[in-house]
């Protein structure tokens, strides 16, 4: 995502085509850790503008063994990636996260991979009281991040600006392409924010992951994270930082988030 949009988004010009594709497909459940740590709203780079933004997660308590043999163990690991986008349309902007990295204590240094992004939106949402967007999201996986080497992510995007207070929820279904509609992995988000002023907003945001359709985890599987988050919007550059809390014992206890963006051109 970039500085000049806020955290979700969705477009009336997605094409069905992106969507049988990335439903028929059946994903796996979510193993591996998440680089970005973030609910969609509607804004997006403007048309023909480059946009940079760094995504920086620390986990400063988290699950001490490795969500599947050979992964990044996420206690004590610092989860990173750079987040490139160019507004191609005004309701359309490409992305590609290049790279995707980590430290942790096991495995050291690590690239994990990049992925691409085409998120299409409802044009100027921030002047609208109701938006809407959806993004996909193409994976291209190294072993210690996920076991399969290509997954994607579909990600609804649906809110209201209602001055002050912005609602937005981001339905996200997950796919490695195995298994049928069945085993699509239903992972949530959600930001319920109040601005203070044009610059600063402080929110909640609640990060969960229930499982594939077919049958959902137990109570005690799921992931859930709650999270006290804050928004700062500058000339130059526009910061996101937060902390989450786990909720359940197969959620990372505390993990610490640091984006920073800005336009390139």
Known sequence: ?????????????????????????????????????????GAIAERGKFNLMLHNNFTAKGLKEPAFPGAVESNHALVGVAEWAYGVTDWFEQGLYLPLYSFSQKEGASYNGFKLRWLFVRPHADDHTFFYGVNFEFSVNRPQWDPRHYTSEVRPIVGWHLKPIDVI????????????????????????????????????????????????????????????????????????????????????????????SRDLN
């Open 1 to 41: 995502m970039n500085s000049t949009r806020k955290y979700v988004q969705r477009a009336p010009h997605a094409r069905s085509w992106w969507i049988a594709l990335a439903l028929t497909a059946a994903p796996m459940a979510a193993l591996a850790q998440t680089d970005e740590i973030q609910v969609y709203d």
């Open 169 to 260: 929820f981001n339905p996200i279904m997950d796919t490695s392409y195995t298994g049928g509609f069945k085993s699509l992995d239903f992972a949530p988000s959600m930001r319920v924010a109040y601005n203070f002023s044009p610059k600063w907003a402080g929110a909640i945001e609640e990060y969960a992951d229930y499982g594939e359709l077919r049958q959902f985890y137990s109570g005690r599987e799921q992931s859930h994270q709650i999270w006290a988050v804050a928004n700062h919007s500058g000339k130059v550059i526009d910061i996101e930082t937060g902390i989450g809390f786990g909720l359940t014992s197969s959620s990372d206890r505390v993990t610490l988030k640091f984006m920073i």
